[in-house]
């Protein structure tokens, strides 16, 4: 039986279904990209936040974080899928990848901003209101500049974490490359092997420069002398 | 020009200031010595309201400083040379200088150009001009903070410990800079370890020691007839 597993007929199979296959990574592609971005937008904001000297707004953020955080992204998507349509609200598989995965990694970008700017030294900030600038200012002008470039690897990290999770819209029949690899073997002669070979392959395309640009960036990062021209 | 008025500043319950009462007249430059820990930092820090006073005023020019009007009569009045430079490090040496000029006094790039250059020729680094300050050694990066707080054209310059980070062969340097400002209308508060310096530019020189004002006259008086048993205690250790 070991043998069945990757035999040519499953491959035969599987190439004749190529577009399907496409179709699915490209709605992969396009919920991690606008989960990205809602993520991005939401982990700026919220980082920026959690680093001000507001006690409220700190621990607004702090709640969110910590939800987030610490529940599993299937319970954040069940919910949404299940339970929210019970309160008359419903909304269609992609979206909700949008929306559950993006807050979810939002949480983690949220933390990522927050120690890039608590990373900066005290005397930036300083030198920045003894000049007399504001607070905003000193955040848009000074720190944040600095902090952009210390937290590009993790954030490379957090958007391949962002990339793989999208797989979790397979548990609500998504359309989503991982879904579909699952369903096209079921509804077929099950070539699970190959289906989810190509799949993996697939992420991987997609994660793997992120991982090594974000591995040699910081290498490079190291190597430059602190706050010269990376 | 500045004055304050009964400044008390605790740091959790550790009382760093201890009624500091104490007037910087205009075109004065005073210097503030003493032990580490002593509170001089946290006295020049409170002149900006970089450290605001847990009780007590601080006045700049008259105004009463405030949580709210801090930053509209810092940015008008005073400036600031820190102890690490504190230089902006991703912006090169030009616009570290006319970043604060174009954006808060509204001064158009040209003119804010000009005048960087004028007080870079000032510290005697107009070849550094896009140079980052990474690439600098310690002494001209300092010398560069200088060029920045000379370039807000504020009437104040707060120096903390500005060569206490410094290697050795490098103090010289600075020290000859804020000596030749000294020679300038501009009221300077200087908190220092150099005695010798100290004594070349104060008109007034102010010892503190846990947290109070223990002595203040002029640096004759201070080097050479302190009144207090602190002080001596305190110069025949470093002298």
Known sequence: ?230 | MIKLAHVYKNFGKTEVLKDINLEVREGEKLVIIGTSGSGKSTTVRCMNFLEEPTSGQVYVNGTLLTHKNKTEVVRSSSAMVFQSFNLYPHMDVLHNLTLAPMRLHRIPKKEAIDTAFHFLETVGLTDKAYAYPSTLSGGQQQRVAIARALCSKAKIILFDEPTSALDPEMVQEVLDVIVRLSEENITMVVVTHEMGFAREIADRIVFMDNGRIIEEGTAQHFFESPEEDRTRAFLSKII
């Open chain 1, 1 to 230: 039986m070991i043998g069945q597993i990757f035999t040519p007929w499953r491959w035969a199979e599987l190439l004749s279904s190529w577009q399907d296959f496409a179709f699915a990574f490209l709605t992969t592609l396009q919920v991690a990209f606008f989960a990205l971005l809602l993520a991005l937008c939401i982990g700026a904001i919220a980082g920026v936040l959690s680093a001000s000297r507001s006690r409220i707004l700190r621990a607004i953020v702090r709640v969110y974080v910590e939800f987030f955080q610490n529940t599993p992204l299937a319970i954040q998507v069940f919910f949404v899928y299940y339970a929210l349509p019970y309160a008359g609200i419903v909304l269609y598989e992609v979206p909700i990848g949008i929306l559950c995965v993006g807050l979810y990694t939002g949480a983690y970008i949220s933390e990522v901003v927050r120690t890039g700017i608590n990373s900066i030294p005290k005397g930036q900030f300083d030198a920045a209101e003894s000049q007399g600038f504001s607070y905003v200012q000193t955040m848009a002008l000074i720190i944040l500049p600095q902090t952009v470039k210390a937290i590009l690897p993790p954030l490379a990290n957090q958007c391949v974490n962002l990339i793989k999770n999208t797989s979790i819209l397979a548990m609500i029949a998504g359309g989503d490359l991982m879904y579909f690899s699952n369903a096209w073997a079921t509804n077929g002669h099950f070539s699970y092997g190959p289906s989810y070979l190509i799949c993996g392959l697939l992420y991987f395309i997609l994660c793997f420069p992120l991982t090594h640009w974000a591995r040699s960036y910081e290498e490079k990062l190291k190597a430059s002398v602190q706050g010269g021209k990376a």
